[in-house]
């Protein structure tokens, strides 16, 4: 089942910028580590970044970093991410998950809640 919501996704040109939003609408992100997927086409889901909202430690992986940020709001209970200087290479459909730990949020076997996916297509 669908627990998360991910908005934000679109088409945007090289260079450019998205945001990217995760909520839970029939619960609080609070306490939940929280991390965005993304799935290219004929590719592997790949876990990207992830955060705590309880001390709001994060984590990107290489290829993101000094482009992506994540944040959360936590009054808005929304967890964020900003996608600067978009390559095509980060077209993907990206979810978001979580889970109670920044360990467990990156392992999917270990993910509690997903959410349905929303498509990034980055246009060269």
């Known amino acids: 089942d669908v627990q998360l919501q991910a908005s934000g996704g679109g088409l945007v040109q090289a260079g450019g910028s998205l945001r990217l939003s995760c909520v839970a609408p029939e619960f609080t992100l609070d306490d939940y580590a929280v991390a965005w997927f993304r799935q290219a086409p004929g590719k592997e889901r790949e876990g990207v970044s992830c955060m705590s909202t309880t001390d709001g430690t994060s984590y990107l992986v290489d290829s993101v970093k000094g482009r992506f940020t994540v944040s959360s709001d936590r009054p808005k209970d929304t967890v964020y991410l900003q996608m600067n200087s978009l390559k095509p290479e980060d077209t993907a459909v990206y979810y978001c998950?979580?889970?109670?730990?920044?360990?467990?949020?990156?392992?999917?076997?270990?993910?509690?809640?997903w959410g349905q996916g929303t498509l990034v297509t980055v246009s060269s």
């Open positions: 998950a979580a889970a109670r730990t920044t360990d467990d949020v990156m392992d999917e076997r270990s993910v509690e809640h």
